[in-house]
């Protein structure tokens, strides 16, 4: 086969030689670019694999720093070495075991920031043990003595002043209610910290409360009787006039301290009968409202600023400024109604409610001027009430009052004379319904709620119930015949006014084994006053001895005023 071949002369084993040379150099060429492919393949894959590798734990660093937060915290410099430790060996015990890291820096001569940073639940957890290092602080027991009307203050309506000042401080405090001359005691506990605040919220209660009696006592001593002996708040006007809306404010504040048997303390500004009367709440704005009618007076006793606020078309329902005849000082008022004057039909009489004290009166349109706008910021003041558990005497119209009865309450509360009483809300009623064509405001014919009030007088050391007095002495009945009656009345004269209307009232004879008759004659033998002794045996025995639809009621009055005022006297 290979003869004709150049290879013919050529042995055969070096022909086998030389092609398994070739084929085993073939193949050593194949493996070698075969395992060079190979090792360029996996140099490429691992390439890739490192920098996915490494952009992940790229990401995750970069998540893991976006998550981790930074919590700034204010600590006293007294607390500064309760969280360092000795040798900071309490920052480092809280950082190993959170995670977090703790530096500190000054915030001022007596604080600094303590910075808390890490993942979210470490930092709150090495919050939470930083502040119970903190709260380790030693504990602090503080008593003190506040006057006793501020701690009825405080521990009233709910305990919302004692809850707010426990919550700001963080300190417990306690009020014995059982104090001593006119002192309560006041127990604080907490670390020095929490004493301290506390200590300086109950300084403020004191100084505000001392500000509001200093103000409450410049308002007695310079505010002056409002109307005349004469003419206390018995008008005509009076019982169409109704409490203005803007006395909402007020009436709300009154209306809140029923069922939290919290006494409010009020003057009574005005009064049409027993049922229907106006407060003033004491507090600061009855200062307020006297340095206003004082720059009121002062601003419109000028003639070029009433000229500057002359009224030329008055409209019910306008507020304005009214001279009031009586001191000739000048007033906020409501104008209820306008009408023709009965003596001079070519002029007009405006008829108006004076919204800071609830009284009213007829005036002339060249009396009243626009109010200034400055003097709205105040609220109205007067809040129309009326006397829980009591009603007329005059059985058959129960609303409609004995001119005795109103007299009595008068002198009772001392109208508009600023004397202090103590109101509690026990009730209230909605506002009888008024026709459209009645000279009224808003707020009667919206109907807001009046409050049913029961009035004491605490100027005798304890509290006298004024309604349990109006109905000892005749002058009123319970409202219902389970009320009980808590005060009585021990003054003869009062007994003696007492009987008359009551004998009056029954149309019951005396007899001289009466229970009546037996009251009058254990008086007349208790009596020091010989004189008053004489005068009441002579009244026993005008009654027994005559028929009392005979008597005059004009000289069976005269009868009880001489000896009531024969009483007075001796006394």
């Avoid at 521990?155 to 104090?179: C, F, H, M, V």
């Avoid at 004290?357 to 002339?364: A, P, V």
């Avoid at 009441?536 to 005059?552: E, F, R, V, W, Y």
Wanted: with cysteine; glycine share 4%; hydrophobic share 35%.
């Amino acid at each position: 086969m290979l003869r004709n071949t150049p290879f013919a002369g050529t042995p055969t084993y070096k022909l086998l030689l030389g092609f398994g040379l070739c084929s085993l150099g073939s193949a050593m060429l194949y493996a070698y670019f075969k395992s060079r492919n190979d090792d360029k393949d996996e140099n490429d894959s691992n390439n890739k694999r490192r920098l996915t590798n490494g952009g992940q734990q790229q990401q995750q660093q970069q998540q893991q720093k976006q998550k981790e937060i930074c919590q700034k915290i204010v600590v006293d410099n007294d607390h500064v070495p309760l969280i360092i430790g000795r040798g900071g060996a309490n920052i480092k015990l809280i950082e190993e075991k959170t995670g977090a890291k703790i530096r500190l820096r000054d915030k001022d001569t007596t604080q600094k920031f303590c910075d808390i940073s890490g993942q979210p639940d470490s930092v709150k957890a090495a919050r939470v043990m930083l502040i119970r290092e903190i709260e380790r602080a030693p504990i602090v027991k503080v008593e003190l003595l506040v006057p006793q009307r501020l701690a009825n203050k405080i521990n009233g309506r709910g305990g919302e002043i004692l809850q707010d000042i426990s919550r700001t401080s963080l300190a417990k405090i306690n009020i014995d209610p059982n104090g001593r001359n006119g002192k309560a005691k006041v127990t604080i506990v907490g670390n020095q910290k929490q004493v301290n605040i506390a200590r300086k919220l109950l300084d403020d209660q004191i100084e505000e409360d001392e500000q509001l009696r200093l103000a409450v006592d410049e308002v007695e001593q310079r505010r002056e009787p409002r109307r005349s002996p004469t003419s206390l708040s018995i008008t005509s006007s009076m019982y169409s006039s109704q409490t203005s809306l803007s006395s909402q404010p007020p009436r709300d504040k009154l209306m809140a301290a029923r069922g939290d048997d919290k006494p409010m303390e009020v003057y009574v500004s005005a009064v049409a009968s027993p049922t229907k009367f106006w407060v003033q709440l004491v507090g600061p704005q009855s200062k307020k409202l006297d340095d206003m009618v004082q720059e009121m007076t002062s601003y419109y006793s000028s003639a070029e600023n009433r000229a500057k606020h002359q009224l030329t078309t008055p409209y019910i329902g306008q507020i304005v400024a009214a001279v009031f005849k009586f001191d000739e000082k000048w007033y906020r008022a409501e104008i209820v109604d306008i009408m023709p004057n009965q003596y001079n039909p070519k002029e007009q009489v405006i008829d108006l409610y004076f919204v800071d004290y609830g009284d009213s009166e007829y005036i002339s349109p060249a009396d009243i001027c626009e109010l200034r706008t400055d003097f709205l910021t105040l609220r109205f003041q007067a809040v129309e009430c009326f006397l829980a558990n009591v009603k007329s005497t005059i059985t058959d119209e129960p609303n409609t009052w004995q001119k005795t009865s109103i007299s009595k309450f008068e002198e009772l509360t001392e109208v508009a004379h600023w004397r202090k009483l103590i109101a509690r809300v026990v009730t209230y009623k909605e506002r009888p319904k008024i026709s459209q064509s009645k000279a009224v405001n808003a707020a009667t014919r919206d109907g807001t709620p009046l409050p049913g009030v029961e009035l004491f007088d605490p100027t005798e050391g304890i509290e006298l119930n004024i309604a349990d007095l109006l109905i000892t002495q005749g002058f009123a009945l319970p409202l219902d015949d389970a009320y009980p009656v808590r005060s009585r009345s021990s003054t003869p004269s009062n007994q003696s006014d007492s009987t008359i209307e009551e004998l009056c009232a029954t149309n019951t004879p005396l007899t001289p084994h009466s229970p009546m008759s037996m009251s009058i004659i254990n008086d007349v033998e208790g009596a020091e006053d010989s004189h008053f002794a004489d005068q009441l045996q002579h009244l026993q025995h005008k009654l027994n001895g005559n028929d009392l639809a005979s008597i005059d009621p004009i000289k069976l009055t005269t009868t009880a005023d001489d000896l009531q005022n024969s009483n007075v006297s001796s006394n």
